[in-house]
């Protein structure tokens, strides 16, 4: 059985929607994809953002008040470590040689870093009472507890 000329045009031409297509489904969801962790970058910003804010508004209170704040995160973020600038010694472990190579730079960590391009940030006005302090991100929420000192603002974890 011969084929004729329009036969066999029509089936290049379903041949070559159906290629068109897979190739906008494909491209739809390289975006869409890239669009959420866009949001995710967005969300740790917003982060850093907020909890400067905050650092502030408890620094200009008066000596001794404090209060606990809700941040909102990314659900990927496992933790969030604050560390006083160049006040920090590894314990040997690649998190603690990680934050330990950068805390001249940074003072606010997010892990897991590979995560996340905003992945730290240097704040001023805070400080922390040990070495380090990583309160724990819970459903994407993370609780601190700011208290203000002579110092500066204190971070702490928020009392069970």
């Given at each position: 059985m011969k084929m004729k000329n329009g036969q066999t045009q029509q089936i290049f031409t379903?041949?070559?929607?159906?290629?068109?297509?897979?190739?906008?489904?494909?491209?739809?969801?390289k975006t869409f994809r890239s669009g959420e962790d866009f949001k995710d970058e967005i969300l740790l910003v917003d982060f850093y953002k907020?909890?400067?804010?905050?650092?502030?508004?408890?620094?200009?209170?008066?000596v001794r008040s404090?209060?606990?704040?809700?941040?909102i995160l990314p659900s990927g973020v496992r933790e969030v470590c604050f560390i006083n600038l160049n006040g920090y010694s590894s314990d040997g472990s690649p998190?603690?040689?990680y934050?330990?190579?950068?805390?001249?730079?940074?003072n606010?960590?997010?892990?897991?870093?590979?995560?996340?391009?905003?992945?730290?940030?240097k704040l001023d006005r805070f400080f922390v009472g040990g070495d380090i302090i990583c309160p724990t991100?819970?459903?994407?929420?993370?609780?601190i507890r700011f208290v203000n000192d002579a110092n500066g603002v204190k971070i702490e974890e928020p009392n069970p």
């Open positions: 379903w041949i070559f929607m159906l290629i068109l297509a897979v190739t906008v489904l494909f491209f739809g969801i907020n909890l400067e804010k905050k650092i502030n508004d408890f620094y200009f209170l008066d404090g209060g606990r704040e809700d941040f998190k603690g040689d934050i330990q190579s950068l805390n001249s730079f940074s606010v960590f997010v892990f897991p870093q590979t995560e996340f391009k905003e992945n730290r940030a991100v819970t459903n994407g929420r993370v609780e």
